[in-house]
């Protein structure tokens, strides 16, 4: 009996093994990397003019938005210390870096913007310093 146990045991062992080893070389086999697919210069020009419509309407969305502050300042609603915190939390909004996050946290996201291309290491640099100042203005101005 105990040579049953013994054999059953071994053998759902084995196959468990093999079945688990045969899916890691079928994962390895596929890949992940899967080639985008090959757009028409049609699609292509459509996804362009998408883009620059996006662009265009977030630049005058954002204009619209800083005469709105301006004026708030102007007519007295606000304060100018106000207004500048709203400018500068808008502006590093912008740039998708949270004044609440931790400095590693920032440094991160640029590495991977400077990785991705997107911005230059110098870049980079100039933006996490301004990220510093203006987070330090913004705690300086809370009670």
Do not use: C, Y
Request: no cysteine; charged share 35%; proline share 2%.
């Amino acid at each position: 009996m105990h040579r049953i146990h013994r054999f059953l045991a071994l053998v759902l062992v084995t196959g468990w093994a093999a079945l688990f080893l045969g899916n890691l070389a079928l994962a390895a086999s596929t890949g992940h990397e899967k080639e985008s697919p090959k757009l028409s210069p049609g699609m292509e020009q459509l996804l362009k003019d998408i883009r620059e419509l996006r662009r265009s309407r977030l630049e005058q969305l954002n204009a619209e938005i800083e005469q709105l502050i301006d004026q708030a300042a102007r007519e007295g609603r606000i304060t100018a210390a106000e207004a500048a915190r709203l400018r500068e939390w808008r502006q590093m909004r912008r740039l998708g870096l949270s004044l609440h996050a931790t400095e590693d946290e920032v440094k991160e996201r640029l590495d991977e913007a400077v990785k991705s291309g997107r911005i230059t290491k110098d870049q980079a640099k100039k933006l996490f310093k301004e990220w510093q100042a203006i987070r330090r203005s913004h705690q300086r101005g809370r009670p």
